[in-house]
């Protein structure tokens, strides 16, 4: 893992005074740490502020030693240096990495607004706030497939709001990481999303990343929509039967245009499954806009006032 430490900007030499071994208001290199945002099997997010500046970014620290285990030292090492060149508005920034003898800091984009489906538990979206949300999650998934970087691992706590509640995908290309302490089952089930798994993957025959971060973004959509899991059963084995088979169903409240493309995101067949370019033609993906151009930085919405938009613009 030494070579981590090498190839990055910032080194940090072990000190007693770490994110996790104290209490918050601290400095650790030019950052002041705060409270602890989150807490997953194999890593901590904590707020921090550059002192200089007063920026708020958050703090990732995650255990040397898992990585090591999994023989993943060379493949973190790729997905690092992929992830501070991705610039996306839709994509949390990696700033920085940092290393400790036993610990590897990621210190990203703060997005205030916290977890996206916080906001859902409050109530399900309209089709027109969900089409949204829609648009700069495909933005940002189709930005980094074009660049041969998948996720892998979209999940709720990965989809996150900035300050003008506009969404922010964080953990890009991180996945490694997580899937190596998704191989022990206890963990799995306490900490993993078993509802987000995609079939190809329970049936254990190799998947394709990008297919994979589809099928997520299905499952993102109809729980925008309807407010609840497409699969859903606290019993794991009929969970993931229901998944294998594709067996849900939709709230009666969901359009014939929204179901056709649902049925196309979690379509089991990987083959078969819709891609970013279809996407962008579907007739709801378009609804209300002229015309929508993907151009591998960033999406553009025509609007039928016949205004170019961001997709970070769209009301
Ligand atoms: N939780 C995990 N990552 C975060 C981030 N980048 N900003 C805010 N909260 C987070």
Redesign the pocket.
């Known amino acids: 893992m030494q070579e981590v430490t090498e190839q990055n900007e910032s080194i940090v030499r072990e000190t007693s005074t770490t994110p996790e071994s104290r209490s918050e208001g601290y400095l650790f290199g030019k950052y002041e740490v705060g409270k602890l945002?989150?807490c997953g099997a194999f890593a901590k997010?904590y707020?921090g502020r550059i002192v200089r500046t007063g920026q708020s970014v958050?703090i990732?620290v995650i255990s040397k030693q898992k990585v090591v285990k999994g023989n993943l030292t060379a493949h973190i090492k790729r997905e690092i240096s992929i992830m501070q060149r991705l610039n996306h508005p839709h994509i949390?920034r990696l700033q920085e990495v940092m290393a400790t003898k036993s610990k590897i800091y990621f210190v990203?984009?703060?997005?205030?607004g916290?977890?996206l489906f916080t906001k859902i538990a409050k109530g399900r979206f309209s089709e027109d706030l969900s089409r949204k949300y829609f648009h700069q999650l495909i933005s940002a998934i189709g930005y980094c497939h074009a660049r041969g970087v998948y996720h892998r691992d979209l999940k709720p706590?990965n989809i996150?709001l900035d300050e003008n509640w506009n969404l922010?995908v964080?953990d890009f290309g991180l996945s490694a990481i997580s899937d190596q302490v998704r191989s022990d089952g206890l963990l799995h089930t306490l900490c993993g999303t078993p509802a987000y798994v995609a079939p190809e993957l329970l049936a254990k025959k190799g998947y394709k990343g990008d297919k994979l971060d589809i099928w997520s973004c299905g499952i993102v959509l109809f729980v925008l929509n309807a407010g609840y899991l497409p699969f859903n059963h606290p019993n794991l084995m009929v969970l993931y039967q229901k998944i294998y088979k594709g067996d849900f169903r939709f709230p009666k409240w969901t359009s014939p245009d929204l179901k056709r493309l649902l049925l196309q995101l979690l379509d089991t067949n990987p083959e078969t499954r819709i891609t970013v370019d279809k996407i962008i033609d579907d007739p709801w993906f378009r609804k209300g806009y002229k015309d929508i151009k993907f151009h591998g930085e960033h999406m553009e919405l025509k609007d039928q006032g016949d205004k170019y938009l961001n997709a970070f613009d769209i009301i």
Not at 108 to 112: M, N, R
């Open positions: 945002l989150g997010v707020h958050a990732k949390v990203l984009e703060f997005a205030k916290g977890e706590e996150l922010k964080t």
